[in-house]
């Protein structure tokens, strides 16, 4: 069942990154072929200098903060600990992801902080930051972790319990979420961005049952990811390492995603034009992480209430 929602997420994903890169000019060859020339294109390269990091960590900037006016449409609650962009220190950037979030310290002392790795800036083409942005910082992780940290009355366990499907799925739906404002909408390209991300995180879930349910090599798995998504095979054979020693875990990015946009279309369609985007963001965020099950009894609730 789980390998049958990745192949329609893939398609239907696939599908409407193939209009955008059409409207932007883009239309031979597949999906994944045109988002690896996209990728490799100099015009949305960072130089791979100091001056070009530092130019990354610029725009970044500008990006959390531009994020940040727009919160108070979305949520009631904000985190009090601020967020800071940093470099992944170059001594663990081989072996670090490419980008994530770390959260504040449990007292306030220590801001949070969204980390990019920029061992080779050619990595991150400009179109592909402003949604990396939004999933580790505001509204994503950041926001996420920090108001669970911060929800007085919670028990600390529930403060600082991590649930895979929950948080990365909450990283997706705030992309998501940036794009519903319009976020994207003066770069069209930065929109690409988002699906591509989409994109990687429905392919997760086909390799990842592919190899684990249905008996894939790991070539076969590979070359899939590879085709559909447009990355390195480099960067490729890396991910497939982590499904073959992490089974299950890449599936809860998108798996998690698609039960936050559930559940608010349930509470939408029960309440009607009683729905409070926002009370639905508290409802869902300010009792920490929990297991999808927990998530929607949780907004059954709330619904009732």
């Not at 490799?40 to 006016?69: F, H, K, M, S």
């Not at 949604?131 to 926001?143: A, F, K, N, Q, R």
């Not at 049952?209 to 085709?227: F, I, L, N, Q």
Request: with cysteine.
């Amino acid at each position: 069942e789980t390998h049958a929602i990745g192949l329609a997420q893939v398609a239907e994903i696939s599908a409407e990154a193939d209009a955008l890169l059409k409207a932007q000019g883009h239309a031979d060859g597949s999906v994944g072929a045109r988002l690896a020339a996209l990728t490799a294109d100099p015009r949305w390269l960072y130089p791979n200098t100091d001056e070009g990091r530092a130019a990354v960590l610029a725009d970044l900037n500008v990006q959390v903060d531009a994020i940040r006016r727009r919160l108070p449409e979305l949520f009631t609650a904000l985190p009090r600990t601020p967020v800071e962009v940093r470099r992944v220190p170059p001594d663990i950037e081989l072996g670090a992801p490419r980008g994530y979030a770390q959260p504040g310290s449990l007292d306030g002392t220590r801001p949070g902080a969204y980390y990019i790795n920029l061992k080779d800036t050619g990595m991150w083409p400009k179109w592909a930051l402003p949604t990396l942005t939004y999933h580790e910082s505001l509204p994503g992780h950041h926001l996420q972790l920090t108001l669970a940290l911060e929800a007085e009355g919670t028990p600390m366990l529930h403060r600082t319990l991590l649930m895979n499907a929950f948080v990365e799925g909450w990283g997706l739906y705030a992309e998501q979420l940036a794009d519903e404002i319009g976020m994207y909408g003066e770069f069209p390209l930065g929109r690409l961005g988002m699906l591509q991300s989409f994109l990687y995180r429905a392919v997760r879930i086909v390799v990842d049952t592919g190899m684990h349910w249905k008996g894939w090599s790991r070539e076969k798995a590979a070359d899939y990811m590879a085709d559909a998504v447009g990355l390195a095979r480099g960067a490729v054979d890396s991910e497939i390492d982590r499904y073959c020693v992490w089974p299950g875990q890449a599936c809860g990015y998108k798996i998690g995603h698609l039960e936050f946009v559930r559940l608010r279309s349930a509470a939408k369609a029960r309440l009607g034009e009683r729905f409070d985007l926002r009370a639905f963001h508290d409802t869902v965020l300010m009792g920490g992480a929990m297991p999808l099950e927990v998530l929607a009894r949780v907004v059954d609730e709330w619904i009732g209430a």
